[in-house]
């Protein structure tokens, strides 16, 4: 069976840092390429970073030099490391597994930045 669950979300200040996880079963997770996207209410979904199955990376000008992205295939897991969080940060962020014609989603965790 597959799952993908995101887990990390939570409370933070502005200036501060939140590290997601993403754990994904049931699928060759070496092969896929892996990305996070969030969205606010609203708001369209957007990516924010992706990973792909040879570890190269892209952001979203809105986060590059704030978040990073990195697998651990190992654990079959990917990361967000949010630092300098913003209010605009401010979403629920969604996990994605594609690979070929399969494209798979969590459920996706709350981020809440505020003071």
């Known amino acids: 069976q597959v799952h993908i669950v995101e887990s990390g979300g939570g409370l933070a200040q502005p200036g501060g840092s939140l590290r997601l996880s993403c754990a994904a079963s049931?699928?060759?997770?070496?092969?896929?390429?892996m990305g996070w996207f969030r969205q606010a209410p609203g708001k369209q979904r957007d990516m924010v970073a992706s990973?792909?199955?040879?570890?190269?990376?892209y952001y979203a000008d809105s986060v590059k030099g704030r978040f990073s992205i990195s697998r651990d295939n190992a654990k079959n897991t990917v990361y967000l490391q949010m630092t300098s969080l913003k209010p605009e940060d401010t979403a629920v962020y969604y996990c994605?597994?594609?690979?070929?014609?399969?494209?798979?989603w969590g459920q996706g965790t709350q981020v809440n930045v505020s003071s």
């Open positions: 994605n597994a594609k690979w070929i014609k399969t494209e798979l």
């Open positions: 990973i792909n199955s040879g570890s190269n990376t």
């Open positions: 049931g699928i060759p997770f070496s092969m896929y390429d």
